[in-house]
């Protein structure tokens, strides 16, 4: 859901668009408010728990294939092998801001980290997180410029395509033929690898997979009972380090960050992790007290289905903001993208109820499962 919530802006052109433009919106007022709200919520936050998903998921795998004397290594490789194609065909064919080819890029190193103790594993997951405040510390003072290769790229496609500075917005809202959507996406993959290199978030990334596999070695996700001292505690602290320190990062994020970009970054790093763990646990904490309740249902249906969920999202995306779908692309403002978003999800939530009450795994789900272990599976359930 908060991976949709943050998507859907790009998706629909409002965050590309010129500034007059926006402004124009007849809903511009309460779209400023809305853009402080995603800031402040949603922003970073849910590639955070994505990502720390992501390295539980990892432990579960290496636990697993113990348990049946099989090479986990071998099996996460292959695994992250059929990501990385799965995310090739997302960021060429569907949307560029894909983020999948970065998490099976990034999962190709997780293995060198297996065997380190529990306390080195927190160190390094800390020193990674703050690399990225120590580089962006040397573009400002040494005028670094890392991405320069993936500029000039994205240069020379616009060029070939016929992009410029004027139709970029638009281009995807105004597109008649897949083609054009095609076009813009090639040269939107090196628009994506710029804004990664800028926001080094590879670094990020690996940290939270380390954070995350320290979790799950530790069992505290399959533990919540035995954890829940533990629980309250980063609770607590998550909020009182995390809400204050996002509410100065909203701040500098929507004021052309004041302070300059290494203490942008620094309050991104304070801000974003632990008022993401604060989520963590406060879902954790409130399913303890609620575990019948029928909400956890409904979203752990999506939630199985993170994978086929996450791509169709792109394609909902693409259909309802593309000038190939319902053209709402560029003319539309964020409450009631945000709204349409939401909307989205609870399709999501419709939609994945009812396949999973039929089958054992989501569609895309199923075939990277047997892709990974390479032997066919049962799809519907007996």
């Not at 124009?24 to 995603?38: E, F, K, N, S, W």
């Not at 409130?286 to 979203?299: A, G, P, V």
Request: proline share 3%; hydrophobic share 50%; charged share 15%.
């Amino acid at each position: 859901m908060g991976i949709c919530l943050a998507n859907f802006p790009e998706f629909s052109l409002y965050t590309f668009l010129p500034e007059k433009m926006t402004a124009a919106m007849p809903t511009a007022g309460i779209d400023t408010i809305v853009r402080y709200l995603q800031y402040i919520f949603i922003d970073g936050k849910f590639y955070t728990l994505f990502s720390l998903l992501f390295g539980i998921g990892f432990s579960i795998i290496l636990n697993n294939a113990e348990l049946n004397n099989r090479n986990g290594i071998k099996i996460f490789y292959r695994r992250m092998s059929v990501l990385f194609f799965i995310g090739l065909f997302h960021l060429v064919c569907l949307w560029a801001g894909d983020i999948l080819i970065l998490y099976a890029f990034m999962g190709f190193f997780l293995p060198l980290f297996r065997n380190m103790g529990n306390k080195k594993l927190l160190i390094s997951a800390i020193v990674l997180l703050v690399i990225p405040v120590a580089i962006d510390a040397g573009v400002e003072i040494f005028n670094w410029n890392l991405a320069a290769p993936a500029i000039a790229a994205t240069g020379y496609f616009h060029e070939k395509f016929g992009i410029t500075d004027e139709t970029f917005p638009v281009w995807l809202a105004e597109s008649q033929t897949y083609l054009d959507i095609l076009r813009f996406n090639i040269a939107g993959s090196f628009i994506r690898l710029q804004e990664f290199i800028d926001g080094n978030r590879a670094f990020k990334v690996l940290g939270l997979f380390l954070l995350g596999l320290y979790i799950g070695r530790k069992r505290i996700y399959a533990n919540l009972e035995e954890n829940k001292p533990l629980l309250k505690k980063v609770m607590t602290y998550s909020f009182i380090i995390g809400f204050p320190t996002t509410l100065l990062y909203a701040w500098s994020a929507m004021n052309g960050r004041p302070f300059g970009l290494t203490a942008h970054s620094f309050i991104y790093a304070l801000s974003v992790v632990p008022f993401s763990f604060a989520y963590i646990t406060a879902i954790c904490l409130w399913y303890i007290k609620n575990k019948d309740r029928k909400i956890f249902t409904l979203f752990a249906a999506p939630g199985r289905m993170a994978l086929t969920n996450y791509l169709m999202q792109s394609v909902f995306g693409m259909f309802i903001f593309y000038g190939i779908g319902f053209q709402l692309g560029a003319k539309t403002g964020l409450i009631y993208v945000e709204l349409i978003a939401a909307a989205v999800f609870c399709v999501q939530i419709v939609y994945s109820y009812i396949w999973l009450t039929y089958n054992r795994f989501g569609p895309l789900e199923w075939g990277w499962r047997m892709l990974t272990y390479g032997k066919w599976m049962e799809l519907r359930k007996r």
